[in-house]
């Protein structure tokens, strides 16, 4: 079974940083690829950033592009979200998400799912 757990999220001013961490259980983390959605009150599921599994293919939704940036330390089977220059809409729960096949930016294309971490941006 995979589990995996995030953390980091909290409450930021407009214009700040934030860095998310998800650790994953399993001896194959090294296998998968992994993902960050968000989820805003009202609103579905959206597709952030997603990186393959030795880290050399990193994707972003256009609206975080140039601000997020996604890694992976296999080692430490831990996948980092560091988030700059953050704005009010970034206020939303973000899950870590992995899976070895599948879509990349889609919830359908991820099997294990963390519980999310609140993320909350004042302005």
């Known amino acids: 079974q995979v589990q995996l757990v995030e953390s980091g999220g909290g409450l930021v001013q407009a214009g700040g940083s934030l860095r998310l961490s998800c650790a994953a259980s399993g001896r194959t983390f090294g296998s998968w690829k992994m993902g960050w959605f968000r989820q805003a009150p009202g609103k579905e599921r959206e597709f952030v950033a997603a990186?393959?599994?030795?880290?050399?293919?990193?994707y972003y939704a256009d609206s975080v592009k140039g601000r997020f940036t996604i890694s992976r330390d296999n080692a430490k089977n831990t996948v980092y979200l560091q988030m700059n220059s953050l704005k009010p809409e970034d206020t939303a729960v973000f899950y870590c998400a992995a899976d070895t096949l599948g879509a990349t930016y889609v919830v359908g294309g991820y099997k294990y799912w963390g519980q999310g971490t609140q993320v909350t941006v004042s302005s």
């Open positions: 990186i393959n599994w030795n880290g050399g293919t990193t």
